[in-house]
């Protein structure tokens, strides 16, 4: 049996964070509204896509989920999909169990880096908690989903999903600035250039856009990790520390992966040893970085800190 890793306490932003963490979200669509859900906000269970999981991660923001990664290929490994759903079927709405299909959408399989599925994993407040592979049943995952529902409560998600009448009776969510929707549009579409405009545009009408400006990080971030394989990345900045380009990507992927003090110290070391224009160049991107993570993370913090020490 796998050993179910303890759960980090709070300081939870980072990883495949396309959220926003830490400032106030803006009215977001239900999970599932659009971009191929397979069950709306009023289901436990909501199918995952490439094209979707954006909306899907917003929405931990208010209602923790458990992330479960399997493959139509192998019917078997539903059964995680399964387990999940039995122990947050009994929680009221307190959990939502996002199921992915990682043969049809290998963009979210490449985020979480699965090794081998099923895999489950937490998401809370957009941030991915790694739990365990294979598939566990539900009497094992009770301990296991209430470790996430106590680090959710720390962390302020105690949001519930609409179930049977209260479903019908939920209220329509406020429309998302049109800003803000062309963003959430073009990201489905993958068409990251178009939802780049779309924030930049944003923060045009509005300086002070926190939502947007963030927004605007992490969208950058998904285009210059769209369709990159991950291990040749990894293999290319290990077997050439003095390309710029290779580190500036594999710390990128780091960060998607939730290594994120790794993406730090990779760029940290990088300012090290370069000067002039490259030095700069490294320097933006990683307070571009540190932008995707929310600067009230301790972990920028001390990041911070020390790119203060490497530059002078």
């Not at 992330?67 to 139509?72: G, K, R």
């Not at 539903?78 to 079927?89: I, L, N, P």
């Amino acid at each position: 049996m796998t050993q179910q890793p303890k759960l980090p306490p709070a300081a939870l932003r980072g990883a495949v964070d396309l959220s926003g963490i830490g400032t106030p979200p803006p009215p977001p669509r239900a999970p599932g509204a659009s971009g191929g859900s397979g069950a709306g906000a009023a289901g436990i269970r909501v199918d995952g896509t490439d094209a979707g999981f954006q909306e899907l991660v917003l929405g931990s923001r208010e209602v923790p989920a458990l992330v479960v990664l399997w493959s139509a290929q192998h019917p078997e490994t539903e059964q995680a999909v399964d387990a999940a759903v039995s122990v947050a079927s009994r929680l009221e709405g307190r959990l939502r169990v996002i199921a992915v299909d990682v043969q049809a959408n290998p963009g979210v399989a490449q985020a979480f880096q699965a090794q081998q599925i099923p895999m489950t994993a937490g998401l809370i407040a957009g941030q991915p908690v790694p739990l365990f592979a294979g598939v566990q049943p539900p009497e094992q995952l009770v301990p296991v989903v209430d470790e996430i529902l106590k680090v959710a409560e720390q962390n302020g998600v105690t949001g519930r999903i609409p179930l049977g009448d209260e479903a019908d009776q939920a209220p329509e969510p406020e429309p998302l600035d049109p800003n803000h929707e062309a963003a959430f549009d073009a990201i489905e579409q993958g068409d990251f250039d178009a939802a780049t405009r779309a924030y930049e545009a944003a923060l045009k009408a509005n300086p002070a856009d926190e939502d947007a400006r963030i927004g605007l990080s992490q969208v950058k971030l998904m285009a210059r990790t769209a369709g990159v394989d991950l291990h040749e990345a990894r293999a290319k900045a290990a077997a050439a520390p003095g390309d710029i380009d290779a580190q500036l990507l594999a710390a990128d992927l780091d960060l998607l992966g939730g290594h994120v003090e790794d993406a730090f110290s990779r760029l940290i070391d990088v300012v090290r040893v370069t000067a002039d224009e490259e030095r700069e160049r490294v320097r933006t991107h990683l307070l571009e970085l540190f932008e995707v993570v929310g600067t009230a993370d301790e972990r920028v913090g001390k990041a911070r800190r020390a790119l203060m020490s490497a530059l002078f």
